[in-house]
């Protein structure tokens, strides 16, 4: 093994696995199977706590006092002695991250409500505003051009009234950014933020968070983001950050890696200047003859084909290497630069597409399942006392797909009815239906065409309930095809069924389709998606507010 290869072994191996989020699970909801198939911790995600302790690297590991800390913390605010705000910045910083996650928690909430907007001030000046008179009949034109002085007035409430409806927060976010390692900060600053409003819902809190998410999209903006091609010749400390952060399809040892970013194959990854070596979201891709229909033919250890032969790049993996990034899409940006790049270099490339997961598909099918499994039990009591049944019962199945799934089922999962049957098989023990070529005859109609109605009818305020698939909407995207037992991992069955879904970029049609999707939630399928939702009568679209 090269030093490289021994570096980035080492490296990997040494981190400690004391991730919190590794412990995160569904929470139960149905039963001990549903539990069982729902429990899902992130992989592969680096710690925030590996991160924090680089700030504090040359300080104290000890908790200091939170007294000091929030003193500190006020000081960076109200400092202005600009040759003083480095160290007041980085006494701060170091600060922050000795504390408790209980005390992180008390200080930000502090953060969040002493250092807000003043509410006084601004309702003062809106009844100055408001006690303005206006001399023209059209409040919004002049009747004299040259009456300059009645608008003055208005002018200065305006702009004061912009100052003051800037929290006074603003002040620490804009300076921690300007200072060295600042920006890491804020992105770790936000992650701890959105864990506490996991936590407890405050209002205050809330608007701490879309004032700092607003600033950091900013501050992310495209035009400060370096697009670079990740290759073996980079750092192996880079390399490191790239099997760590890979959350998709886990890199399973070196040479793996090496496969990832060798011929037939690219990563190209986000960057920014004050967090340098360390990529912000990067995606992996495969570059292949057609669209593939299964993880396995891009990670399995085959000889790629030549790459002037390639008709198609597919996007198979998007890992965000940032908790405290959530919500800012900078993927959008990074697929769109990637095709161009893509083209340039190679203009036989005709074909962009992904092969995805499908996260929420089996926690949307199993809640579902059980569900109506209680509702047909209520109106079975109903009925035998001369009630009318419940209006919200729904059968799930065809009429030969319950037929064939209650002959194919084993006693072990038998049921009343073609929906219990189903629920026990996929909530069994190590997915034992997977190892029967009939059972997984049985289940592959209801489970390809409720997956086509997850995707394309099940929303959330008007857009796509599954995350990914919001996500590649969102950009533009199209959905192509459904793959059946496209990722049998343990992971891509627990989430969909080992489903997996081709989108597609076309790339003269992305603005179109991501314009309408923004606009009217509206979903660009492919006939063969469609196909399944036509040939059985699926009810509206339901939407979850």
């Known amino acids: 093994m090269n030093k490289k290869g021994l570096s980035i072994l080492m490296r990997t191996k040494m981190r400690p696995n004391n991730d919190p989020s590794k412990l995160s699970s569904f929470s139960p909801s149905l039963s001990n199977g549903i539990n069982q198939m729902m429990t899902d911790p992130p992989r592969n995600q680096r710690s925030t706590d590996d991160s924090r302790s680089n700030f504090s690297a040359s300080g104290n590991h000890y908790e200091r006092n939170f007294d000091i800390v929030k003193d500190s913390m006020g000081l960076a605010i109200s400092l202005n002695k600009t040759e003083s705000l480095d160290v007041v910045l980085d006494d701060f910083s170091q600060g ?32 100055q505003y408001l006690g303005l008179e206006l001399r ?53 600053l936000r992650a701890d933020i959105l864990s506490f409003l996991g936590e407890e819902n405050i209002a205050s809190l809330r608007a701490l968070d879309s004032c700092l998410k607003e600033k950091l999209s900013t501050w992310l903006s495209p035009a400060v983001l370096e697009l ?50 360390e990529p912000l979201i990067f995606i992996e ?32 993996s998007i890992s965000s290497t940032q908790p405290g990034l959530a919500g800012i899409n900078l993927g959008k940006f990074l697929i769109k ?67 064939m799934l209650l002959n194919s089922a084993p006693e072990t999962c038998a049921g009343k009815n073609g929906m219990e049957v189903m629920l026990n098989l996929l909530t069994s023990e190590n997915f034992e239906w997977t190892s029967s070529a009939e059972l997984l005859s049985a289940l ?68 179109q389709y991501a314009q309408s999707y923004f606009s009217a939630g509206h979903i660009h399928a492919s006939s063969d998606i469609r196909h399944y939702i036509r040939a059985h009568k699926e009810p509206e679209e339901t939407t979850i507010a």
């Open 96 to 127: 922050y991250f000795s504390l408790s996650n209980e005390n992180r928690k008390k200080l930000v909430i502090v953060l969040a409500k002493e250092y807000d907007l003043d509410r006084i001030q601004v309702r003062e000046l809106l009844k």
């Open 136 to 188: 023209s009949g059209d409040e919004g034109e002049l009747s004299n051009v040259d009456d300059e002085n009645m608008f003055s007035a208005f002018y200065r409430i305006e702009r004061n009234l912009r100052q003051a409806l800037k929290p006074t927060y603003n002040v620490l976010f804009e300076r921690l950014n300007n200072y060295t390692g600042g920006l890491k900060f804020l992105s770790l």
């Open 228 to 277: 670079h091609q990740i290759t073996w010749d980079d750092s192996a400390s880079l390399l490191e950050k790239i099997v760590t952060y890979e959350a998709v399809h886990p890199i399973s040892n070196l040479l793996d890696l090496k496969r990832r970013l060798g011929v037939g194959r690219r990563c190209f990854g986000y960057f920014h200047p004050a967090i340098p070596g």
């Open 285 to 316: 891709v495969a570059l292949l003859k057609n669209v593939a229909q299964t993880i396995q033919e891009v990670l399995l250890d085959v000889p790629p084909i030549p790459e002037h032969e390639a008709a198609c790049a597919l996007f198979y």
């Open 337 to 403: 630069r990637m095709i161009t790049l893509v083209k340039r270099d190679m203009p036989q490339i005709s074909t962009f597409a992904t092969l995805s997961p499908i996260p929420g598909f089996m926690q949307w099918l199993l809640s579902k399942l059980a569900s109506q499994s209680v509702i047909a039990e209520v109106d079975n009591m109903e009925q035998t006392t001369g009630g009318s049944g419940s209006a919200f019962q729904e059968n799930l199945l065809e009429p030969d797909e319950e037929r």
């Open 444 to 511: 592959k109609p209801p489970l390809m065409r409720l997956c086509a109605r997850y995707l394309l009818q099940e929303k959330k305020r008007g857009k796509a309930l599954d995350s990914v698939a919001n996500f590649h909407l969102q950009n533009g995207a199209m959905v192509e095809r459904l793959n059946w037992m496209a990722d049998r991992s343990e992971r891509g069955l627990r989430q969909s069924g080992g489903i997996m879904v081709n989108y597609v970029y076309r790339v003269e049609c992305i603005e």
